[in-house]
């Protein structure tokens, strides 16, 4: 597979000239389609719904783009729950999925109408101090444990997260909130990140039908809803085969067909929380190649950091990344790709292949479009940068402006060094 940008150099430079590198910048077409394949691939269920993951990109231009495929939002804190709020995203618009929750949070969850997915048992009297009784509609999130595998290939180790309820346990929260009123149940579940297999959702699926059938008929709740979370991944390298949608929502809907329809549980939703698969391949970070230094290795220098991008400094994960207009150009050079952090690990590449880079060169690194700008910090000083969307029809929309020194020492208001600032 090619990975091919959706920014042009011609294009990167025009913008250079009124956003200074570095910027996020996001491709409205690619998420347009990449939404409306979502959509057609679970069109089979009259229920299904999307709850984009906030925290993989937590931009309101962007989340609202996805509300015009129905999406909901998918959120873990009082603050990205208020964010649901400001866009117009209340009720049954929202899955409030968290872990060791502050109980104000689910008291706001409550007041906006979200759904509560709860993290552990202890949390049933955590939501019944906070809301004065448990809402009619709630959710567990179910942890099989030990290890889970797609055939032969083990896929993670769900026995090592701190995710989730075990099988004894989610039966005897489901028993203890139907004796407090509960109403409506749902199941949700995340076994693994990124998978790059189209049976991870299928298999995934199988496992929850088969529970919610043991559940129905051990407890006689009513369950209306499967959330298969996230964990459909996206192909950060140029080797790996894309994920394909609609094979994936057909898998499910085999299993479906196989496990609740004959149960005479056909009329339960499905509910999925993408945030890498929705939005990760249509985004971007652009930056300029400002410095090179030549010492036991090669190192090219440029103007973004791991403050802009921190996957690869704490995971090793791997971005692509293109010098704009040396596309068609041989990867003579093997550079070490480096930010300015006071940090070694401060770097987007590592003995990577590339055409000759020279001072001024602009590098595309691919795949930032979930779980990069968010991911950002503030370390050594750093500034958050802006981020940008690429309209359908070729405009450029600031959807987050840069942040300033001022930004920066806001919650020093009571220093001179803010004051000055605010004076200047």
């Known amino acids: 597979m090619i990975k091919t940008p959706f920014l042009s150099k011609e294009k990167a430079n025009e913008i250079i000239k009124k956003y200074p590198t570095p910027f996020h910048i996001y491709d409205e077409k ?48 009082a603050t990205e ?50 809301c004065g009784a448990l809402p009619k509609k709630m959710s567990c999130r179910y942890n099989p444990g030990g290890v889970f595998q797609i055939t032969n290939s083990i896929m993670d180790n769900p026995g090592n997260a701190k995710y989730g309820m075990t099988g004894a346990q989610i039966f005897e929260a489901f028993k203890i909130m139907k004796e407090k009123g509960v109403e409506e149940f749902g199941i949700h579940s995340f076994l693994c990140s990124n998978t790059v297999t189209n049976k991870y959702y299928p298999t995934l699926a199988k496992l929850l039908f088969q529970l919610a059938v043991n559940l129905r008929d051990k407890l006689d709740v009513n369950i209306t809803f499967i959330n298969l979370s996230g964990g459909v991944g996206i192909p950060y390298t140029p080797d790996q085969e894309p994920n394909d949608i609609i094979e994936i929502g057909q898998g499910v809907r085999d299993v479906y067909e196989e496990i609740l329809v004959p149960a005479g549980m056909g009329n339960i939703s499905i509910y999925t929380e993408m945030g890498r698969f929705m939005m990760g391949p249509y985004g971007a970070l652009i930056t300029t190649a400002i410095n090179e230094k030549h010492t036991h290795k090669e190192y090219i220098g440029v103007d973004a950091c791991a403050a802009n991008l921190m996957r690869p400094a704490i995971y090793g994960a791997y971005h692509h990344i ?48 979930a779980h990069g700008f968010s991911m950002g910090y503030n370390y050594n000083g750093k500034l958050r940068s802006a981020e940008l969307l690429l309209c359908e029809n070729g405009d450029v929309k600031l959807i987050r402006r840069a942040e300033t020194p001022k930004d920066y020492f806001s919650t020093f208001d009571c220093f001179d060094i803010y004051k000055n600032l605010i004076s200047e």
């Not at 719904?49 to 015009?68: D, G, H, M, Q, S």
């Not at 209340?90 to 949070?105: A, L, Y």
């Open 30 to 77: 690619g998420i347009r389609q990449n939404a409306e394949n979502m959509k057609k691939a679970f069109s089979w269920n009259k229920g299904f719904k999307e709850y984009f993951a906030v925290k993989a990109t937590p931009n309101p231009f962007l989340i609202n783009i996805l509300r015009e495929y129905g999406c909901g939002c998918d959120c873990s804190s």
């Open 81 to 130: 729950l208020m964010l649901a709020k400001a866009i117009g995203a209340t009720g049954d618009d929202i899955m409030f999925s968290s872990n060791d929750t502050p109980i104000d949070e689910f008291k706001y969850c409550n007041e906006l109408g979200g759904i509560i997915n709860l993290d552990d048992i202890t949390h049933i009297d955590a939501v019944e101090k906070a």
């Open 322 to 369: 293109t010098v704009l207009g040396k596309e068609n150009e041989r990867p003579t050079h093997v550079y070490d790709i480096t930010g300015s952090l006071c940090e070694n690990c401060d770097k987007f590449a590592i003995n990577r292949r590339l055409p000759e880079i020279k001072i001024g060169d602009i590098l595309y690194i691919h795949d930032t479009g």
